[in-house]
């Protein structure tokens, strides 16, 4: 893979599956790098596999497709080029999509009523005269804002404080095909200084819930809780009371009087709502009525992570998608009780499930394709999509394979080594995850492979404070982070390089967030490495509480508050004494790990005459490298196999060093099972 190839990357999104179970519907986006955009379409397929999938809309970016539950719409989120995505309705027996909603910030995911007439879903509301909703105020000639709270803006967005997200609902006319009918406006149906997210709808219709936090010094914890309301807003209340982060309640539509709730929650985050270092996410219940979430699956080993989506129920089952080792298993959950059933296992990322008619619809990843949908039904399983063929067509993908090492204590180390075509040795990339708690895995990861291609064997692993390991290896590095996961690294590294196929002798180390922290930590520790790359680092834990987004949680909760510790831990704390040539990547914008927190780095090391250069990306947060303008994430891969073509040069990579700024290097089938793998 290189640069160039992103453009041949197409991700699908998680799938809606007909009533009748016939066809799945999806969202498949895509880099269009000649227009600097990303452009996303539904596609519809049969889930018998009698006909290859095909596109249902041809809009700038259309996404969230739900079938309405009697199958006759089909509701999605659509955005024109430059807009915000508005609700659009789509008639399943032919016809042209209706645009229902015009929010100035755009509009949540829509979910279906069981009557199929309204739609409920989530909408920020800004404040008069702020966000371009009084002509001719521009940002800059705003009122100040007034903060009184510890939570008041997040990476990717900006303020909140200013423009909260509350529930919406909307009623649809009998006749809502003819476009010569006028659509009511939407209800708001909740208010407040309050962000409300995650709607859902009671069977009979006659409630809805969401998660919000209410309670009193919400800014000051991460506790969220399931809150009912009926439709029109009246009688609020509040479902669960507990220390629990819950996300995603939903109901079994079997069940008319909705007498039990299901949702995705982190049941205990301790007596202060702070404890969420390695707290895995877990499928729990709870009484409608009211009290506390009680798990489904064991929280020491069940995760599931942070972007699981909604939990699916039907046909008294749970369905979820649960990290382990390194994979992203489909279960099958029985709500009456007994043992899980994984309908998906082995060298696999789920990253969405749909279920309808008796058929599951999972959206499967592995390590040369971004996503394909499988359907699922009892003893069978098959394959529906190609959307990886693209990237597969163009012989530079290659394949992962696992390797355990161990730890100084004799602790496991499990990871991944991908390797060049070619005789070695190959020199080295040791590339570091962020979070920490998440995990590399089974799944096509852009950068590695361009990495591969131009020369490079690529050693990814998921040291102590990683998620997919059980709680326990998650919450090793609480207070003690630059530790035991430390050591983790360098013994995966160290045992990979005895391998004949890596040169030990050309090493290089990179990571982004948590491991861009580690880099900096490490090359602050060893003069092993020929060069590092240290991008959107979490570099000062004390300059980090204040400016961050996370601030005031997150390095106590890593680090503890102990002075001597957390210097002891912090990566910049050691900056003096690099020498490792570094380039430090960050954008302009990043709220999470701010730009002081590179710029600080670089100017140390500047200072002190360490080759070392700053690239900075204009207009850009945190998430650059995964949804960065196009052009940006392939400028990205331009300069760092730049960077490493000078320290680190291959015969795939020599001519990169040469390259002025942002120039790219000259350009250069499915699998063998049911999966496409």
Known sequence: MRPDDLAHLRTPGVATVSPDGSTAVVAVSRLDLEADHYRSQLWAVPTDASAPARPLTHG????????????????????????????????????????????????????????SRRIAYTARVPEPGRYGTEDGVGPEAEEPRLITTLQYRADDLGFTVDRRRHVFVLDLPEDVADDAVPVAEPVQVTTGDHDDSDV??????????????????????????????????????????????????????????????????????????????????????????GGHPQPLLDPERHDLGHDFGRVAIADGDAFVAVQRQGAVELLRVPLAGGEPEALVDGPYTTTGIGVGGGVVVGTVAHDRSAGELVAITPGRRRLLTGFGAPLQTTGRLHRMREKTATAPDGYPVHGWITVPDGPGPHPVLLTVHGGPFSQYGWTLFDETQAYVTAGYAVLQCNPRGSSGYGQEHGRAVKERMGELDADDVLAFLDEALQEPELDDARVGIMGGSYGGYMTTLLVGRTQRFAAAISERAFNDPVSFVGSSDIGFFFADQYLGTDPERVAAQSAMAGAHRITTPTLVIHSEEDWRC???????????????????????????GHELSRSGRPKHRRARLDHVLRWWARWLPTPQNTSAAALPAGAAPERAAPGEDDLGA
């Not at 009697?70 to 027996?93: C, I, K, N, V, Y």
């Not at 539509?253 to 702070?274: F, N, S």
């Not at 002081?596 to 204009?618: A, S």
């Open 60 to 115: 700038h970016r259309d996404s969230a497709p739900v079938f309405s539950p009697d199958g006759r719409w089909l509701a999605f989120l659509g955005a024109e080029s430059g807009g915000t995505p508005q609700l659009h309705l789509l008639p399943t027996g032919g016809g042209e999509a209706r645009r229902l909603t015009d929010h100035p910030l755009g509009a949540g995911a829509p979910v279906w009523g069981p009557d």
């Open 594 to 620: 701010p730009l002081e927190q590179g710029t600080r780095l670089f100017v140390e090391l500047k200072r002190r005459g360490v080759h070392t250069e700053l690239l900075l990306f204009p207009g850009e």
């Open 200 to 289: 859902a709808w009671h069977p009979a219709g006659t409630e809805l819930v969401f998660v919000s936090a209410r309670h009193p010094r919400a800014d000051r914890d991460l506790v969220t809780d399931v809150y009912a309301c009926r439709p029109d807003g009246s009688h609020l209340r509040r479902v669960t009371e507990s220390r629990s982060a819950c996300a995603a309640p939903t109901y079994d539509p079997g069940d008319l009087e909705g007498r039990t709730l299901y949702l995705a929650a982190q049941p205990d985050l301790g007596p202060d709502g702070l404890d969420f270092v390695g707290r895995n996410t877990t499928l729990c219940r709870v009484e409608a009525a």
